[in-house]
């Protein structure tokens, strides 16, 4: 069986029966499993499209004629994946998104460690990829997939994602710049003035100019907006000062990416594959989770209903999730659970990813009805209060799960996801399939070359630094925002009927100006009011 090549980010066309390989149709298990593995597997005989997890393991013995399964339909039920480091999460995500890819549904991954991108290269055939692939009864070929490289802020190998401050939002930003919930609320209030007088919130440094303007020139206006105190708002100054001076400007601003990009398939129909290059900012893993919200919390506020779909619009792997919920706000957490819930029904599949279910707070876990756990370590009383625990949140099984989940070897997991019905699986221990990709980095200069060659890359990468907030306060120097509204506001109270005055507005820079950021906030709405930050005046 031939191997095909593929380019970074390239797009290859599927050979023959791919997509009977990656969906074929249930076969019956056996009749001559032993009843409990019978059993289990009799849950896993789907009929409709599905994606193949691997072989059933029952006392020891991997049975490679009961196959375990997730229904395409249910991916966007959410899930977990967990399990100790080494375990092979990363693989298993490898082994989902490409199956996925290959039945036309885009991915989002996001590469903490920088060995990701290797799913836009076909595998390398060796001994254990052929072994794994002989003891699960996996045809195995060779198969690169399409994908698309991003990096946070253009740091790394890779697209540069931004936001703009005002998208981004003050519950977000408060856990990034680690303010406590009274600052927090002042930092909503901040935003809130910002809209109100038009100034445009883009990059750190409008923020910065926006705060530094109410701490001293504008310190009259702080008794407009709720009762802001000037010791708060000169934490919130210092705050941004330090985090601008550690490097994190380059994060926020424009051109703002627009998560749309997420959603696309390739010309071959199967689903780009977006890989999100995280390692060149692990060691800020406060910033790089928080950013991984806010794309999410752009998607749900975009996607229309779609309710039950016959396949996810896109799958999105939360990778290192308990670094999202460290030192979060109860707004934080309200906001986040609720865009969880929500987003299911927009044709969005959340999967968290860390390395035990207690990780994640319990009114997330409870919606997250698809589990792949990995081994687990026992070597202290916490690793062994945390396999209890984890043990509790599966279902009754006929497996004695304390010791399976210890047990398990690299690439075998606990699964139980949900049925075609809605119902939970029987707990099935599985040996899992190997990737077909290749499962390690693909090489840097190889990268360059995809991201350069991307039709994305010349829309994102310069950095725009328009007219905004900062601009506006020190052209005016002393004058009041309440003045700059009339300036702005100035020119509709000419004559509607002179139409060269009103070619001539139209053209203006203030109202092209004007335009852009409309067009940037137009349906920020609602994700500002789930993450608690005030609507604008339109």
């Not at 080494?86 to 920088?114: H, M, N, R, W």
Request: neutral net charge; hydrophobic residues 45%.
């Amino acid at each position: 069986m031939s191997e095909r090549r593929t380019a970074p980010g390239g797009v290859t066309g599927v050979p023959a029966g791919a997509a009977d390989r990656s969906m074929p149709e249930a076969k019956p298990a056996s009749a001559a499993l032993p009843q409990p593995a019978l059993e289990i597997a009799s849950g896993y005989a789907f009929t409709g499209p599905a994606l193949d997890l691997g072989a059933l393991l029952w006392d020891g013995v991997c049975l490679p004629d009961a196959q375990v399964r997730i229904p395409l339909p249910m991916l966007n039920r959410h899930g977990l994946v967990a399990g100790a480091t080494g375990t092979g999460k990363t693989k298993t995500l490898q082994l989902i998104a490409e199956q996925l890819s290959a039945q036309g549904v885009p991915v989002f991954l996001a590469d903490i460690k920088g060995d990701v991108s290797g799913i836009s290269a076909p595998g390398a055939r060796n001994e254990k990829v052929q072994a794994r692939a002989a003891d699960v009864h996996q045809e195995w070929v060779a198969t690169g997939f399409p994908a698309e490289f991003y990096a946070l802020g253009g740091i790394g190998h890779g697209i540069p994602v931004r936001a703009t401050v005002t998208s981004f939002g003050p519950v977000l930003l408060s856990k990034v710049l680690q303010l406590n919930q009274t600052q927090e609320q002042s930092l909503g209030l901040i935003f809130h003035y910002a809209d109100q007088k038009g100034l445009e919130l883009l990059d750190l440094k409008d923020l910065r100019a926006v705060v530094a303007f109410l701490t001293s020139d504008g310190k009259a206006e702080l008794k407009n907006i709720g009762g802001l105190s000037t010791a708060t708002a000169g934490v919130i100054l210092r705050s941004l000062t330090a985090f601008e001076a550690q490097g994190m400007a380059d994060f926020f601003g424009e051109p703002e990416f627009d998560t749309a990009e997420l959603l696309r398939t390739a010309s071959d129909g199967r689903g780009l594959v977006s890989v999100l290059e995280l390692a060149a900012v692990q060691d800020r893993p406060r910033l790089f989770s928080t950013f991984l919200m806010w794309l999410l919390a752009d998607l749900f506020h975009d996607l229309p209903e779609v309710g039950d779909a016959d396949k996810p619009k896109l799958v999105f792997f939360f990778d290192e999730a308990h670094l999202l919920f460290n030192g979060a706000s109860k707004a934080f957490l309200d906001a986040l659970t609720q865009t969880v819930r929500l987003i299911r029904s927009k044709g969005v599949g959340v999967f968290f990813v860390t390395q035990t279910p207690k990780d994640v707070p319990a009114d997330v876990l409870g919606q997250l009805g698809n589990r792949i756990q990995h081994a687990l370590r026992a070597f202290t009383p916490d690793d062994q209060k945390a396999l209890r625990a984890t043990v509790k949140t599966f279902p009754d099984s006929a497996y004695d799960l304390e010791e399976l989940l210890t047990g398990l070897g690299t690439g075998e997991a606990v699964v139980t996801v949900l049925s075609e019905k809605g119902a939970p699986t029987p707990v099935a221990a599985t040996r899992l399939r190997a990737p077909e990709s290749l499962m390690g980095p693909v090489e840097a200069a190889a990268l360059d070359t995809a991201v350069k060659a991307s039709a994305l890359y010349g829309r994102y990468a310069q950095a725009v630094d328009r007219e905004s907030a900062y601009e506006k306060l020190s052209a005016r120097g002393a004058k009041g925002p309440d003045e700059m509204a009339d300036e702005v506001k100035a020119p509709a109270r000419k004559p509607k009927d002179d139409p060269s005055v009103v070619e001539q507005v139209v053209g203006s820079g203030v109202f092209k100006s004007l335009a852009r950021s409309l067009g940037t906030q137009l349906g920020r709405e609602i994700t500002r009011s789930i993450f608690g930050t005030a609507r604008r005046r339109r």
